[in-house]
């Protein structure tokens, strides 16, 4: 929660596939916190299953002491309800349904943010999902596919689901992460919404967020992605420089237990960490990062860029 003007706002953490797994939540967690909820990157049905390892992302066990919502992605309700029924039996019973998904090869099969353009198709996943007994649903969404006004056709299905909250980040699916976000657009569907409305997009500091309620007095939660992973530290004031340090040991510990593919797997991975994890770190240090083949070259390198935190710009503002 945060506190904005006499208002407790809830914040989460977005999902980001490939960023927030449950290895990041949990580091996360622990060193930093101040998140009310974590929503898990997607799952999806492969091959007639759910995806064994987005089971394991959710594992109650793996993700105790936090909020997590499983979040999943689907077109076909049968493939919805095989995931929703997994997650009930693993006791989650608020789940989330990716509407906003841009990527083209899950788009243009008409899921994630490619539903938006066809109602048809978004009623009947609903109407399946409204027949479970025992859970809730939110909704994480865009304003539209390849228009900015695709919502119109889908707010009010979302009586059907009665969902607890609808996730919007003012964008349509064809934008991906670029261009402006569509500020007009949603400020109308905050209005025409008759539930709860979470806004999403592009909330780096503490400061954006109070900016974001101050403008939008209706808001009682917010959803801060690539802010948080940028600064896993980011809600929280008193951040130390050891802190990002702790952070990333935690990441190096929990992937090298979980991921069996050998040191060059696990030297990739933690590099890719670099493409959202401290962007202000200086262009040689992360070049470092990038050159690194071994364990050890890769943890000289980030050990150097991080004993540099107190030196970037971020952590000054932090602090000044
Ligand atoms: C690499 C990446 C992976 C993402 N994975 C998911 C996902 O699994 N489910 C989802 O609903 N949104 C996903 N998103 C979208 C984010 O949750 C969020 O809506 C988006 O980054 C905009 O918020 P931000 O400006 O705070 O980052 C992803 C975004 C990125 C960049």
Redesign the pocket.
């Known amino acids: 929660m945060i506190q904005v003007n006499d208002k407790q706002i809830t914040v989460l953490a977005?999902?980001?596939?490939?960023?927030t797994d449950n290895v990041w939540r949990m580091a996360q967690h622990e060193v930093f916190g101040a998140v009310d909820a974590y929503?898990a990157?997607?799952m999806r049905v492969e091959h007639g299953e759910v995806r064994r390892k987005d089971l394991r992302d959710v594992d109650p066990e793996r993700n105790e002491g936090t909020t997590l919502i499983p979040?999943i992605l689907a077109c076909q309700p049968n493939h919805a309800l095989m995931m929703v029924d997994a997650l009930k039996q693993r006791g989650y019973h608020r789940i989330d349904i990716?509407l906003?998904?841009p990527f083209p090869p899950i788009a243009l099969h008409r899921k994630g943010s490619g539903m938006l353009a066809y109602p048809d198709l978004t009623e009947a996943l609903f109407q399946a999902l409204a027949t479970v007994e025992d859970v809730s649903y939110s909704v994480?969404m865009r304003i539209g596919w390849d228009r900015n006004d695709q919502w119109r056709d889908i707010l009010p299905l979302m009586d059907i689901i009665r969902p607890v909250s609808i996730t919007v980040?003012p964008r349509t699916g064809k934008q991906q992460?670029k261009g402006e976000l569509d500020i007009e657009q949603f400020e109308a569907m905050l209005a025409a919404a008759s539930w709860p409305v979470v806004y999403?997009?592009?909330?780096y500091t503490v400061e954006d967020i109070h900016q974001t309620v101050d403008r939008y007095p209706a808001l009682e939660a917010v959803?801060?992605?690539?802010?948080l992973a940028a600064d896993p530290g980011m809600l929280a004031p008193d951040t130390a420089a050891d802190d990002y340090r702790r952070f990333h040991d935690l990441l190096v510990d929990g992937y090298t237990e979980v991921l069996n593919g050998g040191e060059a797997q696990l030297v990739r991975h933690l590099q890719d960490i670099w493409q959202t994890f401290l962007p202000d770190t200086d262009h040689k240090l992360q070049k470092a990062i990038r050159k690194s083949h071994t364990i050890d070259q890769y943890q000289n390198a980030a050990a150097a860029a991080l004993a540099s935190v107190e030196n970037m710009a971020f952590y000054q503002r932090k602090h000044q």
Do not use: D, E, I, R
């Not at 999403?200 to 909330?203: M, T, V």
């Open positions: 977005a999902p980001l596939q490939g960023v929503y990157p997607f979040q990716n906003g998904c994480k980040h992460y999403n997009g592009s909330l959803m801060v992605g690539s802010g």
